[in-house]
């Protein structure tokens, strides 16, 4: 008999591909197998995302071309997980009467076990208010199917403590809670044993990690000592301070041998220590690239997100950053048209994100989201034609900066993963480099995805760059996956 097949298809960010890992995880676990195309799968998972009302119109979009697949092949079973699930609950079922399963992000770890009781009892909807059980909550703390080898997330946190006055985030992912600190050092040994070179820690506040790892929590925590909890650096620190800090745990990751890369996202520019930069400068695992969103350039906007700095605060962090950190690239976000921007406000975000002279940036046009405070400033949103032009005028101040710090790297000999062939031309390759930038190279020897090598920029564009190989360094480690035909 051939093996079930399955699909998914993940929207968002990084803590949906992650999440998209579990679940594929659970149905290999359970016999099944990734289907060649998505069109003929089985199982076909829809992990959605609400961020802004565009992510929520393409995924009703997509799930309403799924009901003529399920008219014509009545056995293909549908899941809805993540985000929007969270968020829309009934309504899931409500809009597409033909979805099996619809779950939130609290019950990942439930995927399969709801699929085998939907076949019993017909369609489920289970959503979870919070995080009940820590343990199953953690994405990586439950078997995954890892989309590259080389490379693996890690979530450190999840959740959101913070309010900021447009963001869903809180609402649909639940309070901040940070994984106990020796667990975490213990899977990235696990990953360097198994041949993974880079690391991305993952959270929606990430130099918030460790607040709530308090004597109170070290306590609870089963079996555990305090150490394990906090982990080594803090139990060393004769100041004994009350919680470990991001900076300790980046330092320890960075010096588990066989890992060569560790990049995260996204530290929250109030949280952003000096000793975070210190941790980069200290460890060479560390990538020089940091995402610190900024959001607005206006301090009257900023304070009324919530964002708990001022533009000056952040480019003076911008400034130690930078100082700290040899070759550092910078990447951000910014929400243009936030209810109550005026011409002032936007002209200050122009200053602040020619100031910082960004390698890139995330431009998003403010979408209300229903429950969110922001959203109820209906008489202070901002004319459409108003944000569109605004917008456009930030992409070329955006773009201006990209194209320079590009072409500033025209000569220099970056250290690349090999991503694979280009997705124009199967003569180049792709590669991506320290500070997160995709350089195009032509290759005609086979390097496997995954190889660590060197390349000379020899041109830039605003979004990547272009170069020749120089030396191939080191072959993927990961063991090659053999698949095996079952008799
Ligand atoms: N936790 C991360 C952000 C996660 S959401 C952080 O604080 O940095 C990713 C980005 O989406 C945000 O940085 C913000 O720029 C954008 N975003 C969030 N909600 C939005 C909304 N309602 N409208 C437009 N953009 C939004
Ligand atoms: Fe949303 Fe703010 Fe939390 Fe980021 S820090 S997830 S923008 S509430
Ligand atoms: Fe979207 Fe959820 Fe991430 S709303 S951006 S998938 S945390």
Redesign the pocket.
């Known amino acids: 008999m051939t093996a079930r097949t399955y699909a998914i298809r993940t929207y968002g960010c990084q803590m949906n591909e992650h999440d998209s890992e579990r679940i594929a995880g659970q149905l290999e676990a359970d016999g099944l197998v990734l289907a060649d195309s998505p069109e003929d799968a089985d199982v076909v998972v829809f992990n959605t995302c609400c961020i802004r009302e565009n992510a929520d119109n393409k995924f009703y979009g997509h799930l309403g071309n799924m009901k003529t697949v399920k008219e014509q092949r009545p056995e293909v079973e549908i899941i809805v997980s993540g985000c929007l699930a969270q968020k829309d609950r009934d309504l899931v079922r409500q809009r597409a009467g033909h979805v099996d399963v619809v779950l939130g992000t609290h019950n990942v770890h439930r995927a399969v076990e709801l699929l085998h009781a939907s076949r019993e009892n017909g369609p489920i909807t289970e959503i979870w208010d919070e995080a009940l059980d820590e343990a199953d909550s953690f994405p990586s703390a439950l078997a995954v199917k890892r989309e590259i080898d080389y490379s693996a997330w890690v979530t450190i946190q999840i959740g959101?403590?913070?309010?900021?006055a447009?963001?869903?985030?809180?609402a649909v992912?639940g309070k901040e809670i940070s994984r106990p600190f020796g667990e975490l050092v213990e899977q990235v040994e696990g990953l360097a044993a198994d041949g993974v070179y880079e690391i991305t820690l993952l959270g929606?506040?990430v130099n918030s990690y460790g607040r709530d790892l308090t004597s109170a929590r070290r306590t609870e925590e089963r079996s555990s000592t305090d150490e394990r909890v906090a982990g080594p650096l803090w139990a060393a620190d004769e100041a004994r301070r009350p919680r470990p800090l991001f900076a300790d745990l980046l330092s320890a990751v960075s010096n588990i041998e066989g890992i060569g890369r560790v990049r995260y996202t996204?530290p929250?520019p109030k949280d952003f220590r000096q000793e975070t930069i210190d941790a980069m400068a200290a460890n060479p695992a560390v990538c020089e690239h940091l995402h610190l969103?900024l959001?607005s350039g206006s301090d009257s906007m900023l304070a009324a997100?919530?964002?708990g700095y001022t533009a000056d605060r952040y480019l003076e962090k911008l400034v130690a950053a930078r100082a700290g950190i040899d070759d550092l690239a910078v990447t951000t976000?910014i929400i243009v048209g936030f209810p109550g921007e005026t011409d002032d406000d936007f002209e200050r975000t122009l200053e602040v994100v020619a100031a910082a002279e960004y390698d890139s940036a995330y431009t998003f046009i403010f979408s209300p989201r229903e429950g969110t405070e922001a959203a109820d400033l209906v008489e202070q949103f901002c004319d459409p034609a108003t944000v569109a032009e605004r917008f456009a005028r930030l992409r070329v101040v955006v773009e201006r900066s990209a194209l320079i710090r590009h072409r500033a790297r025209i000569g220099r000999i970056e250290e690349i993963i090999v991503e694979g062939p280009s997705k124009r031309d199967a003569g180049v390759l792709s590669g991506r480099t320290r500070q997160n930038k995709l350089i195009h190279f032509p290759c005609d020897k086979p390097l496997r995805v995954g190889t660590l090598a060197t390349a000379r920029v020899t041109d830039a564009g605003t979004f990547y760059l272009h170069g020749e190989l120089v030396e191939v360094l080191a072959s993927p480690r990961h063991r090659t996956r053999i698949p095996v035909a079952a008799g």
């Open positions: 959101c403590d913070n309010t900021c447009y963001c869903i985030v809180p992912r929606q506040n996204s929250h969103p959001q997100m919530h964002r976000d």
